[in-house]
């Protein structure tokens, strides 16, 4: 083998190369680099997105929901008003949604119960003034068991519910 020697300008490309070479994998390295922390961002971005949009759904729904217990409630506290009118009093009737009370007091927890607060008291009204109905004993139980069930329900509930439940 002969020992020849490289001429000083060939070393010097193939440094210059090997430094060009070095700089070029630093540069891709970065652009990875760049590239993974954005995937990283748009990822995190979707995921955040997704989170909001079953808050809201789930808001929603929590919206519907109220909205049809106080419907409920309302139409507890109508019918049961109706049903006892003087002029076309109908017990039977009267009884009958005063047992739809419990489908909704199921519903109803110290947590959520501000959101029903005006219609709770009418209907609490109603149910004490039917508690002293003289024409059906029955009418005045139903009342008295519904009232206490309730107290029940929400005794151990904050001052904010027994405020605005004064029994």
């Known amino acids: 083998m002969s020992n020849k020697k490289?001429?000083?300008?060939?070393?010097?490309?193939?440094?210059m190369k090997l430094k060009q070479k070095l700089q070029d994998e630093k540069l891709a390295q970065k652009l990875e680099e760049k590239e993974r922390e954005k995937e990283r961002r748009k990822r995190e971005k979707m995921e955040r997105k997704r989170l909001?949009?079953?808050?809201?759904?789930?808001?929603?729904?929590?919206?519907?929901?109220?909205?049809?217990i106080n419907e409920m409630l309302t139409t507890i506290d109508s019918n049961i008003k109706l049903s006892l009118s003087k002029t076309n009093a109908n017990i039977d009737k009267c009884l009958e949604t005063m047992d739809s009370i419990d489908?909704?007091?199921?519903?109803?927890?110290?947590?959520?119960?501000?959101?029903?607060?005006?219609?709770?008291?009418?209907?609490?009204?109603t149910l004490k003034k039917c508690r002293k109905y003289k024409q059906e004993e029955r009418v005045r139980q139903k009342a008295d068991h519904f009232l206490n069930k309730m107290k029940e329900l929400f005794s151990s509930s904050e001052s904010q519910v027994s405020i605005l439940l004064k029994f």
């Open 52 to 68: 909001e949009r079953l808050q809201q759904a789930k808001n929603r729904n929590q919206e519907d929901t109220n909205r049809m």
């Open 103 to 125: 489908d909704v007091k199921m519903k109803i927890t110290s947590k959520n119960v501000t959101n029903f607060g005006d219609n709770l008291k009418e209907l609490i009204s």
């Open 6 to 15: 490289l001429p000083i300008t060939e070393t010097i490309d193939d440094v």
